[in-house]
């Protein structure tokens, strides 16, 4: 199974292809998306929209998952990121209705067994399970990287988690 892990941002939205056969996983390719921050807001959204769509053309995976939004504080940045998370999921699902999605909490538990694990854990985690010799940078890409992974652990029970 082809996995597409996605860490939504409108900044940089990071990305994650993994390959999973049964418990073993092997890393295909990793990246980010970005957008300039003085491009209207209809130019960025597009070019996510068109960079998802080249991701699922280029490694035709056969789920793709998200990382749920979560914002205490800053409506603003929440309501671009919802944006730009829009964008990805519309390419996505034009693509598959395999779409599905996690909470942070649930890819920090997946990934590194804690729920309230610190970043550099989760990216630590991350290079170890996917046998790379450095953790994946930038963190965005890293964090797409854990999106597939947790995908990955919890494929059997997926249908709890698809996107509805």
């Known amino acids: 199974m082809i996995i597409l892990g996605i860490d939504p941002g409108l900044a940089t939205m990071g990305w994650g292809v993994i390959a999973s056969d049964g418990g073993k996983l092997r890393l295909v390719q990793y990246g980010t998306l970005g957008t300039p921050a003085g ?6 959204l597009r070019s996510i929209f068109s960079g998802v769509a080249q991701l699922t053309a ?3 995976p056969d ?4 990382e749920e939004l979560f ?5 603003t940045t929440a309501l671009n990121v919802g944006a730009a ?4 999921l519309v390419a996505a699902a034009q ?6 999605e996690y909470t942070p909490l649930q890819i920090k538990q997946a990934v590194v067994g804690y729920g309230r694990a610190e970043k550099h854990q989760v990216q630590s985690m991350v290079k170890i399970l996917l046998g790379m010799d450095t953790i994946p940078k930038p963190d965005d890409a890293a964090d797409g990287l854990a999106v597939a992974i947790t995908h990955a652990h919890t494929a059997k029970a997926g249908v709890l988690f698809k996107i509805k």
Do not use: K
Request: no cysteine.
């Open 71 to 75: 914002f205490a504080r800053n409506v």
């Open 95 to 100: 693509y598959t209705e395999n779409l599905y």
């Open 85 to 88: 998370r829009g964008a990805a």
């Open 63 to 66: 789920n793709i998952a998200f």
């Open 58 to 60: 280029t490694y035709q």
């Open 39 to 44: 491009e209207a807001m209809p130019i960025r």
